[in-house]
């Protein structure tokens, strides 16, 4: 699901992600399904924020807090988008990822929670950047 600050913004997000390395390296496609919407008292509240798009990333993860059974990772790299819109004006963006993951069993899958954020940094206006959550299972 997308989001801005506290606010859903409706938009779906359907992520398939490649973890390299023991998940030290994240390539990623995320296909936002569905249009976004933005909950501004100054817009009128049918005004689409984002069309659904394509998106890719490529990160570095980085595990700094581990338990017997959860693991909290932090990550940095770069994304692009196959449109711009109001939510980001450039292509080529910064990733980020902050998520929690939890070992279902021994040698079994994990749960992954995540919130991800992408954006230009204001090396162009505009720049509310792309904020979501996603939920993965792994194996």
């Known amino acids: 699901m997308t989001f801005n600050y ?7 997000v359907v992520p ?3 973890e390299l390395d023991d998940g030290r390296w994240e390539l990623g496609a995320f296909r ?7 909950k501004d008292p ?3 509240p049918s005004t689409v924020s984002a069309k659904p798009y394509w998106g890719f990333s490529g990160m570095r993860r980085w595990q700094v807090l581990h338990r017997h059974w959860w693991h909290i990772y932090l990550g940095a790299g770069a ?10 004006s450039t292509n080529w963006n910064f ?3 902050v998520g929690v993951r939890f070992d279902l069993g021994s040698h079994g899958p994990e749960l ?28």
């Open 6 to 12: 506290f606010q859903w913004t409706d938009g779906v």
């Open 16 to 18: 398939v992600t490649l």
């Open 32 to 38: 936002f399904a569905t249009s976004q919407y933005l």
């Open 42 to 44: 100054t817009l009128p």
């Open 79 to 88: 994304d692009y988008r196959d449109e711009t819109d109001s939510l980001e």
């Open 95 to 97: 990733a980020f990822l």
């Open 112 to 139: 992954e929670i995540a919130a991800r954020h992408w954006s230009n940094a204001w090396f162009r206006a505009t720049n509310r950047g792309q904020n979501f959550a996603t939920i993965t299972l792994s194996f």
